[in-house]
């Protein structure tokens, strides 16, 4: 895109001073402009390069994209790779979304907090509440029959079936 601008600037500066037009010519058919642009390049593509490495061009959409790409991988590596301490992080979110992130940054704080304590079990679920000492009991108070997770309340537990149905199938 860069390249294309700059030769729009070059022929608008020209035909300030000269007339100038942009004019589709068949390749080797004898036109003399034509056959020495074909000479010159081939004599510039026979020649050495001089100059800083690298010498072939690379756009930075592409650049970006590589790593982007890379970034994404190296992420998903972490996230389920065997070092990963977020069991109920992993449980819920299987890859990262960018929406999901985006909807996140539209939400109050309050919202935020409940959204991302679900997400990553850091909420007062019991089972959270087990594991930081605050509590004796990790399982479900409403069926008594799992640990209270946000997994649990949001997937399996046979208490909360009829609000599941209701919120998450249908919505408000």
């Avoid at 539209?106 to 997400?119: A, D, E, M, P, W």
């Avoid at 909360?160 to 199938?169: D, E, I, K, P």
Wanted: proline content about 4%; charged content about 20%.
């Amino acid at each position: 895109m860069y390249l294309v601008r700059q030769c729009q600037q070059a022929l608008n500066d020209i035909s300030t001073r000269h007339a100038a037009g942009l004019y589709w010519v068949p390749g080797h058919a004898g036109v003399r402009g034509n056959e020495i642009a074909d000479k010159l390049a081939r004599s510039g593509s026979v020649q050495r390069f001089v100059g800083p490495e690298p010498f072939l061009g690379v756009c930075r959409q592409n650049i970006r994209r590589k790593m982007k790409l890379w970034m994404e991988k190296q992420h998903l590596a972490l996230w389920h790779g065997p070092c990963s301490t977020q069991r109920q992080a992993r449980e819920l979110i299987s890859v990262p979304d960018l929406a999901i992130r985006a909807r996140l940054l539209s939400f109050n704080r309050t919202q935020t907090k409940v959204v991302i304590g679900l997400r990553t079990g850091h909420s007062t679920l019991r089972r959270h509440q087990y594991v930081m000492g605050l509590s004796n009991n990790p399982t479900c108070g409403k069926c008594g029959t799992g640990e209270e997770t946000s997994g649990h309340i949001l997937c399996k537990c046979e208490a909360l079936a009829s609000l599941r149905h209701a919120h998450l199938l249908f919505g408000p």
